[in-house]
Structure formats: C-alpha cells, structure tokens
C-alpha cells in the first residue's frame, strides 16, 4: 500500500489528529482521490479500531481518540469532496441523523456528507435524536429522504419507533425511509418497514437515487 496511505492509518490508529490532517492534505495535494483516502485508509482504520476495542486490545479513549481523528481527516476532505461536485443539480432533500440513545456520528456524518455532494439538501440534525425530531424536520424540510443511523444493537429499535411515529403522523408517505449502520441488515429494514438499507456511504446514495428516481452518475 501507499506509504501516505499506511501513514494516515497508524495517525487514525494512534489518535493523532493533527497528524493525520497534514497527512490527509498532502495525500490530497499528491493527488489522491477524497473517496481513495477514505475508502482505503480512514474507514478500514476505524474498523480495526472498534475490533482491537472489541477484543480489549483498546479501551474507550481509544476509541474517542480515534473517532476524533477521523472527524479532522473529514473536515479536510469534505470541502474538496463538495467542491469537485458543486455542479450537481438538486437531488431532493434530506433529513438525516443518528436516533436517539446513540452518539456514534462519523457514519452518518460520511453519509450525509455523500448526499450532500451527490446533489441533496441535507438537514443534519446529529445524534441522539428524537423519533419526534425527526417527524418535525421531515415535516418542516417537506424532505423526501430520511436517513437512519443506528451503531448499537439497542438502539436499533429506535429506528422502527421513527417510522411508527410517521405514521402516526400522516406523512409516512411523503418520505423514503433508509436506514444503516452497523448492527443493521436488509432484514431488519424489511421488517420495520423501511424503504431501503445500505451498508455503507456510497450504498446511501445509490439507495437514495433510486428510490427517488434520480438519474445520473454518483
Ligand atoms: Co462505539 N461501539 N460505543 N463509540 N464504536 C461500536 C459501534 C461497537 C461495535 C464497538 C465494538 O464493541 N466493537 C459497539 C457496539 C456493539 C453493539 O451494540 N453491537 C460500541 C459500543 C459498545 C459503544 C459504547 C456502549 C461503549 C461504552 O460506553 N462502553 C458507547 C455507546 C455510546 C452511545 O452511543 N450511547 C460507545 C461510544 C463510542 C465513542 C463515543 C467512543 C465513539 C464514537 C465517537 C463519535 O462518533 N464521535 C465510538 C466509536 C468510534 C465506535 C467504533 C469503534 C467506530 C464507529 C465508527 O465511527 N466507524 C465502533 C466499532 C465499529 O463500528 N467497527 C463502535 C467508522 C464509520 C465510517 O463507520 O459508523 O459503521 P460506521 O458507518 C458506516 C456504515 O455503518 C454505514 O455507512 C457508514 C460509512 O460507510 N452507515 C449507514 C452508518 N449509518 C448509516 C445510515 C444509512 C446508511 C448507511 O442510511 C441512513
């Protein structure tokens, strides 16, 4: 593998966030793609973290430290990512969060992220978020996408409480639901009625464009 690349992973490894936002820039300027850096890097060094915590090789300030890390990396390569898709035309509008008993936010941010450069109006509205948060901006945005976060097994559920309370509300039908996240599978989707599921960012937008019709290229 690259050597900036190999870099990058031990300063996400190690928590180095200062490093790791030189080293993401100067992979940028040598001329590597947002989504090369993410997707061979930052992501796979993220997961290889929550295993080493898995296995108790790492404890929690690993994992803070980490996750700090990738934020920065992410703040680097967001602007370049929106930049070099700027002349997209609008998509639709999305509403997006992590549910509520959850504050794992990088995947849902790196979501949003790809759905904002891909051509959606996105409304983050973070994590630990409330079914009734999320019927109120969905109600408020008139959104036509809601995504789903959800990192835990017991905050899964949450994800079910949201569609219940679209219904209960009456706009279940204006808005595709997807959702994702680690625990979460196409199974759980279809039982909690979801419209889609992906497994990760990418998986979002393809999800997202075909439910809403969307043509184009990601
Ligand atoms: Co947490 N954590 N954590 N954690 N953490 C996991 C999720 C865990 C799997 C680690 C482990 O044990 N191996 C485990 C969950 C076990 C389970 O329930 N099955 C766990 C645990 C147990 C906990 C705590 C309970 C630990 C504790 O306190 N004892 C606690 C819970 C806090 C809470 O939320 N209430 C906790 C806390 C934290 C930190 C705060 C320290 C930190 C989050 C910091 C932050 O986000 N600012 C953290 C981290 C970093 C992780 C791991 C290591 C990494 C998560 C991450 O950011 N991955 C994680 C282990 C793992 O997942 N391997 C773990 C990188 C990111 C790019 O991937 O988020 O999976 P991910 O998102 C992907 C896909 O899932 C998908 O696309 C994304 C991009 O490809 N995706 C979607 C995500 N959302 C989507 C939505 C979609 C579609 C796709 O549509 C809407």
């Excluded at 890390?69 to 969060?97: D, N, S, W």
């Excluded at 051509?119 to 809601?146: I, M, Q, R, Y």
Aim: charged share 25%; glycine share 10%.
């Amino acid at each position: 593998m690259d050597e900036i690349l190999q870099k990058i992973i031990s300063a996400l490894d190690e928590g180095e966030d200062e490093q790791i936002s030189l080293l993401v820039r100067q992979a940028l300027a040598i001329g590597f793609e947002p989504m090369t850096i993410l997707e061979n890097a930052l992501v796979p060094a993220m997961t290889r973290v929550g295993e080493k915590f898995a296995c108790g090789e790492y404890f929690l300030p690993n994992l803070i430290v980490s996750a700090e890390a990738m934020k920065q990396a992410m703040f680097v390569l967001e602007p370049v990512m929106r930049q070099r898709q700027q002349m997209l035309k609008r998509a639709g509008v999305a509403v997006i969060g992590t549910v509520q008993g959850d504050i794992h936010e990088i995947g849902k941010t790196l979501v949003g992220t790809m759905l904002s450069v891909n051509g959606f109006e996105v409304h983050d509205l973070g994590v630990d978020v409330t079914p009734e948060k999320f019927v109120s901006a969905v109600a408020e945005t008139g959104a036509n996408l809601l995504g789903l976060s959800a990192l835990l097994t017991t905050t899964m559920t949450v994800q079910r409480d949201v569609i219940q309370k679209l219904e209960d509300a009456g706009i279940r039908e204006q808005v595709k639901v997807i959702v994702g996240g680690a625990p979460v599978t196409r199974a759980w989707a279809d039982e909690i009625g979801a419209d889609g599921y992906a497994e990760d960012a990418i998986g979002a937008v393809e999800i997202a464009r075909r439910l809403l019709d969307v043509e184009g290229i990601i």
